[in-house]
């Protein structure tokens, strides 16, 4: 019996959460609150301020040291 035969498919796992990337991205969702208790939605939040506020700060210092 040859080796290619018997062969075992490598990384599963990838190939499957390249094939269903919605079903992939809500159960990793669900376990990263669960363990972090800090989820897409707090980073997206997060993220949103600080472009907020370095727009803020960079239109500022346009308005203010422009001459």
Request: aromatic letters at 12%; charged letters at 20%.
């Amino acid at each position: 019996m040859s080796g290619a035969h018997r062969r075992r498919r490598r990384l599963p796992r990838l190939r499957w959460a390249i094939r269903h990337p919605y079903q992939t991205l809500v159960r990793k969702h669900g376990k990263a609150i669960d363990y972090t208790g800090f989820g897409l939605v707090q980073a997206a939040v997060v993220g949103s301020f600080t472009i907020g506020v370095i727009g803020w700060l960079a239109y500022q210092y346009v308005v203010h040291l422009s001459p």
